[in-house]
């Protein structure tokens, strides 16, 4: 049920944008339990004028190839799946692209996950995967 808005140089390939996505759906799959069906992501290209950071915060360096990942969640996953999935995702990307596991940035926002979805038709759909 996550959706994924992925924000990052315009200047990246094609193949790490789409390896970047992959990335984050298979650390989803593995550390959120999610169906591997449930695949929607957003790929935000930037350009350079449009990225702002500070070159280091909290002890992080960052450069140009910066990339900003923004989860929407219901809630009820534990810190550790949490701080798992932060891994997994840095993880991934840095070992599948170019990009630096330092330069990978991540927002989970969770809601209550049943009434706050609507996955077309204009309806609330039962999501059968979800525990009550």
Do not use: C
Not at 64 to 84: C, M, P, S, W
Request: proline share 4%.
């Amino acid at each position: 049920m996550p959706f994924v808005r992925i924000s990052l140089p315009k200047k990246l390939s094609l193949e790490t944008k789409n390896n970047i996505s992959e990335s984050i759906h298979q650390s989803l799959i593995q550390e959120f339990n999610i169906p591997v069906a449930d695949y929607f992501h957003v790929i935000e290209e930037l350009e350079p004028h449009q990225i702002k950071y500070p070159e280091s915060y909290l002890g992080i360096s960052h450069s140009d190839e910066i990339i900003f990942v923004q989860i929407a969640a219901g809630q009820g996953r534990t810190l550790e799946q949490k701080n798992k999935l932060y891994h997994q995702i840095a993880t991934r990307i840095a070992s599948s692209t170019s990009i630096l596991i330092n330069n990978v940035i991540i927002v989970l926002l969770e809601n209550n996950g049943l009434e706050n979805w609507s996955f077309g038709n204009g309806e609330i759909q039962e999501q059968k995967h979800l525990k009550k």
